[in-house]
């Protein structure tokens, strides 16, 4: 239980259109995520979904029904919010409790969800502490906590990791996509990380002001994006995007090229160019290299040890099977 | 951060403003508790030696002195308690988005700026006045006998000037903290099921819960010494002599100086004690 279906939802903010229509469907069990750059209106749709901001105009659907004017407390939906939003003055139990207790749950009920959720998320010990008593990480499980108590239909997340320091996120995130598994509950999960986009969505939404730019599984938008921005938005390092001449000879207004589909030697290839920065990593190197006479810097990721440094010229192939097409519109060419 | 000469430095250069202070304070201090131990009467005789503690126990043993403390404590209690309540009213009201709200703000704060003389004066000759006053022609409009408030109801009336005068005090302060709530808190809350007075109690006031502590102790002392509205308004009488008013009276109309100096020490201790919670409470609020 738990689809969500928006149709042709606005918002406006006084006279600023932060969304125009916009039609989606997120299925039972679906992982979405919600992905854009800042200030594209993620937040204000999940938050319209969440019920906390109405409708410009438009309906949203929770399982077949019309929830448009449901308040939120009756939608069946839990959501973790950036800040986490944790009552301060109330105990790490306490907080997971408030949602049953508000609903009327009784006691023994209360405390075995609370059992099962703080073994789920290593809080035992610290449920009689106070949320200004726990580390960041802590804190984020205990929001999801009182999330999973109320045992709701979907989970809203509102880039629930971005508080939190690299390292911590990636554990976060592996419990997250862990929880998702064993719950198989439906969860719409806002970012602006595109990396965290890909590794835990069944299904992204790519937005840019309010529009959304295409909806589709991560290798989907990795394979073939539909167009200049979301090819330009999804993977990383970016995409090479060359447009002029070179974009011509392959019938586009627009190419494009991913770092890693670009092969690079010291004598020959089809396009040339001086190497700016190398990168790196160990497992991989990335060049940016210049003076290509194609676009500003082409972007390249070799794998493993590459030995070229700042100012050797440099040979680069890339594998034409790998090449993303657009026209003049910035929409993708089959 | 100071060097060892720097610091010696600072201290010179505090040294007469500490001086002054010190000064300004230890002096009225020192008199009042050597007048307390001595029989000093300026029209009758003047200073007539040291009495030991007989001021003190004459002072609390007089008559007066117990309904002076009920007056006092009445007056100080029903001010925090129609202040803290209305104050927390007003606040939320305040906090909504309205139309003109910078306007109601500025004329809420309005009463905190008049002078306590001038408030009271008003209050008695414009609203309490048994035949001209407001309240008078309101009770005849509905056809009930005006009351006399200063003499029928003077505790009553008292408190409600005072209150009105604090009010804005305390609403301002209310406010700043209600401003400082984090509204995904009141938003989380709303989603876990909680109604608008559920959201009232387990989320706003806790988070009031410092701000409410810290309005009733300021107001505690200063409330402990309100002494201008009673003078303009009753003059003491009809059960509304405070502490601070008998100390007055026996300081300025009985003439007798030690007696209200013991008074007076009294005083010190009690509104001592009043400050040391004030401290931890303010104290607290700045560690969170
Ligand atoms: N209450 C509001 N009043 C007016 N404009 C608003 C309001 N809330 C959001 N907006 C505007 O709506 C747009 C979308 O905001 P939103 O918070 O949804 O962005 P976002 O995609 O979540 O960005 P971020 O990744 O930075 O959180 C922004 O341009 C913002 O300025
Ligand atoms: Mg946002």
Known sequence: MGQIKLNQVTKSFGDVEVIPPLDLTIEDGEFAVFVGPSGCGKSTLLRMIAGLEDLTSGSVEIDGTDATTTPPAKRGLAMVFQSYALYPHMSVRKNIAFPMRMAGVDQAEQDRRIKAAAEALNLTDYLDRRPGQLSGGQRQRVAIGRAIVREPSAFLFDEPLSNLDAALRVGMRLEICEMHDRLKTTMIYVTHDQVEAMTMADKIVVLQAGVIEQVGSPLELYHKPRNVFVAGFIGSPKMNLISGAEAEKHGARTIGIRPEHIDVTGDSGLWQGVVGVAEHLGSDTFFHIHNTGLAETITVRAPGEVSFDNGDVIHLSPRLDQLHRFDAQGLRIE | ?288
Do not use: C
């Open chain 2, 1 to 288: 951060m100071a060097t060892q000469h720097s610091r010696s430095a600072a201290r010179l250069m505090m040294a007469p403003a500490v001086i002054l202070l010190l000064g300004w304070m230890l002096v009225p201090l020192i008199m009042t508790l050597m007048f307390s131990f001595k029989k000093y009467l300026p029209l009758r005789g003047g200073d007539l030696g040291w009495i030991g503690f007989d001021n003190y126990v004459r002072f609390v043993t007089s008559s007066a002195f117990w309904p002076s403390v009920v007056a006092t404590l009445a007056i100080v209690g029903g001010v925090l308690a129609i202040t803290v309540v209305f104050g927390v009213l007003l606040a939320l009201l305040l906090n909504q988005p309205m139309w003109g709200q910078g306007i109601v703000r500025i004329l809420v704060i309005a009463p905190f700026f008049v002078m306590p003389t001038v408030s009271a004066l008003v209050w008695k000759n414009m609203f309490m006045d048994p035949v001209n006053g407001l309240f008078a022609h309101l009770w005849k409009f509905f056809g009930a006998a005006p009351i006399e408030w200063l003499s029928q109801a003077s505790l009553q009336s008292i408190v409600m000037i005072v209150s009105w005068q604090w009010l804005p005090f305390a609403t301002l302060i209310l406010l700043t903290a209600i401003q400082s709530l984090d509204s995904e808190q009141l938003e989380a809350a709303e989603m876990d099921g909680a109604p608008p007075l559920k959201r009232f109690s387990y989320i706003i006031l806790p988070h009031l819960g410092r701000a409410i502590t810290v309005v009733v102790l300021i107001q505690t002392i200063f409330l402990l010494a309100v002494f201008a509205e009673i003078f303009v308004t009753t003059g003491g009488a009809f059960g509304t002599r405070t502490l601070t008013y008998l100390i007055y009276q026996r300081v300025l109309e009985s003439q007798n100086v030690g007696l209200g100096s013991a008074g007076g020490v009294y005083a010190i201790i009690l509104a001592n004690i009043v400050a040391i919670f004030l401290m931890r409470a303010v104290g607290k609020n700045l560690d969170a």
